[in-house]
């Protein structure tokens, strides 16, 4: 029987299983929020507005408090993770990890997901498009 070990190659230092599996999940309700709230806020506005319109304005109106969440919590996690007050060993990794998975998740917010959901909506007109064209 075989078994394929590549998967666990990443995760072969122990450290770096622990921080994947104990913080994936408080970065999951972190950064959620933010995402889920910029996406809600386009699919009501879209009702009124162009698509294209609707995500400007929901990056616009939801760009502050999207990073106004972000900078409280990093420079919160910023003085456990550089030792600011005191130096702990086991939380200096988990703080630090947290803090720059939440800053990558911010950019992936307000960049990438705006790009994706004009994207999906784009390849949605496109196959409706090819199925309401008769073949000849």
Do not use: H
């Amino acid at each position: 029987r075989q078994v394929n070990l590549i998967p666990l190659v990443p995760f072969s230092d122990s450290s770096s299983f622990q921080v994947y599996f104990f913080l994936a999940p408080f970065l999951e309700t972190t950064s959620s929020p933010s995402s889920i709230g910029l996406v809600d806020f386009i699919n009501k506005r879209r009702q009124d507005i162009e698509i294209k319109e609707a995500i400007i304005e929901a990056g616009t109106l939801r760009l502050r408090p999207v990073l106004i969440t972000t900078i409280t919590t990093v420079c919160g996690l910023f003085t456990v993770a550089y030792g600011i007050g005191g130096f702990d060993p086991f939380l200096k990794p988990m703080a630090l990890a947290i803090s720059w998975g939440l800053i990558f998740a911010t950019g992936l917010t307000l960049v990438v997901i705006p790009c994706v959901y004009l994207i999906a909506e784009d390849l949605k007109k496109l196959k409706n498009k090819q199925t309401q064209t008769p073949l000849t």
